[in-house]
């Protein structure tokens, strides 16, 4: 027999037994398919299904070759995951909301209903972008796609691209210009320090690239880029603005139409609170001009925003299949976003602003320093707190985790051994966390070998 007859045989089976219960059958199908009986009887079927096993349907399915790989033994234990508090940069804990969210029946990636979800969700993202652009939709994959798809889109071979590199971000997006081939040129600060757009304006007046990026939260370092005047020095200069905002966005005001800012994108597992999937992503006019211009189609077709931009409603044409979207993922970064429009984009600024000058204060309390001393440059989102002389950060961090299940991290790029990043994003940015954070960091510094502090 061989597979076709096998799949006309199983057909049968199925029609002669089970149709009603598998498909629905008929009106009242979808009530009975819902009920937990059904459920039973669709296990009975598929069973039936597999047990009649022929002579012919065994020698389809079996065969005297030996498996090499067997059923790991560790995939029969249930699945155990420890509840952490998550204060490092991310990911930040999801609210219940969130999680239950995921919980609801999965759709067809193309069905009217998760369409409809879809839509909701690029209103949600609108908000939180401050933009009214046609093209707002969602990478599937983390802030790293939307930094990807930002550069496949906007750069082809030879483009310029200036880069204002304060941190590791940076660093990441000028690797992957330089994959796409185009011709990269640094704008380069120290870590922890800011651009003014005097030294934009010079590095645009001196490269005059195609394309600018900036970020606005630099989690390496914890450094905050102000963006208001950027997008218009942009235009001046014919430049494409382009902004991470992944570390940033809904702790710290941002405003793309406002701003003249041609493309942002973010991550759903810092403010939003989701967990991390997928990268929402915005381009307005002006890059989606410069994306219909290209001479070569982009080189990712997982990336290319013409497809994306389809797939998620965004050009008045009908959808089509680009890639089968994370269903359950969209339906948590909706949750994520009704939350964030239930407590206005105003108080949750002001929220993480209020959480990250009491853990600051309550630093300072602790004799310990900030790693970037002027306050009006940093995230309230990433803190990044100096490691006094004579104290190992890895107890710390160990000592948070292994007595609270807390999480807090040390540096990262160029701030790696020198400082501990304490996040404070979203659904864990409380008053209550930051005291909790304050208790056991004085308790570890306390318990923390050669620490001689004025603790
Ligand atoms: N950009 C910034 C500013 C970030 O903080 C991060 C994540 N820490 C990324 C990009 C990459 O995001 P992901 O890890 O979700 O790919």
């Keep these: 027999m061989n597979i076709f007859q096998l799949a006309l045989m199983l057909g049968n089976v199925v029609r002669r037994g089970c149709l009603g219960l598998v498909t629905g059958g008929g009106p009242s199908g979808a009530a009975t398919t819902r009920s937990p009986g059904n459920f039973a009887a669709r296990r009975r079927c598929f069973r039936t299904a597999t047990s009649v096993s022929g002579p012919s349907l065994s020698s ?3 065969s005297d070759h030996t498996m090499n790989v067997s059923p790991p033994e560790c995939l029969k234990k249930p699945l155990t995951v420890p509840s952490k508090l998550l204060m490092g940069p991310g990911p930040s804990n999801s609210p219940l909301r969130v999680h239950y969210a995921m919980m609801k029946p999965l759709l067809g990636h193309l069905h009217p209903e998760f369409c409809q979800i879809m839509d909701e969700v690029k209103e949600g993202l609108r908000y939180i972008f401050q933009t009214k652009a046609k093209v707002v939709c969602c990478v599937s994959g983390t802030g790293h796609a939307g930094m990807e798809t930002t550069m496949c889109n906007l750069l082809e071979p030879g483009d310029g ?17 330089r994959r796409h081939d185009a011709s990269v040129s ?3 600060k120290p870590a922890g320090e800011v651009f003014t757009l005097e030294e934009l304006e010079a590095g645009l007046k001196k490269h005059t690239p195609a394309v600018l990026f900036v970020v606005q939260g630099e989690s390496s370092t914890g450094a905050l880029q102000p963006l208001q005047g950027v997008g218009a020095l942009c235009r001046k200069y014919n430049a494409i603005l382009a902004v991470d905002a992944v570390a940033s966005l809904g702790g710290v005001p941002f405003y793309m139409d406002d701003w003249q800012i041609d493309v942002v994108y973010t991550g759903t597992q810092k403010v939003i609170s989701a967990p991390p999937s997928l990268a929402p992503i915005a381009f307005g006019d002006r890059a989606m001009a410069k994306v219909h211009a290209r001479t070569i189609p982009v080189r990712s077709f997982y990336a290319d925003m013409t497809w994306l931009a389809n797939y998620w409603g965004c ?3 009908p959808r ?21 429009c239930e407590e206005g984009l105003e108080s949750l600024w002001k929220r993480h602003m209020a959480c990250a000058q009491k853990l600051w204060d309550g630093l300072a309390a602790l004799g310990l320093e900030m790693f970037i001393s002027d306050a009006s440059k940093r995230t309230p989102t990433v803190n990044t707190i100096r490691v006094p002389d004579g104290v190992d950060w890895t107890k710390v961090v160990k000592y948070f985790m292994s007595k609270y299940l807390v999480e807090i991290s040390g540096g990262l790029g160029p ?13 864990n940015c409380t008053p209550e966390n930051v005291d909790l954070v304050l208790r056991i960091m004085k308790e570890a510094l306390g318990n923390v070998k050669g620490h001689s502090s004025q603790l």
């Design 60 to 62: 389809a399915v079996q």
């Design 161 to 177: 691209i200036l880069i204002a590199q304060n941190g590791i971000w940076g660093e990441r997006a000028a690797d992957m210009a």
């Design 320 to 340: 089509k299949y680009h890639h089968t979207g994370p269903v359950s993922s969209v339906y948590a970064l909706r949750e994520g976003l009704a939350i964030v």
């Design 315 to 317: 050009d008045d044409q």
């Design 186 to 188: 640094l704008l380069e």
């Design 415 to 427: 701030s790696a051994g020198k400082v501990w990043r304490v996040g404070l994003m979203g659904y």
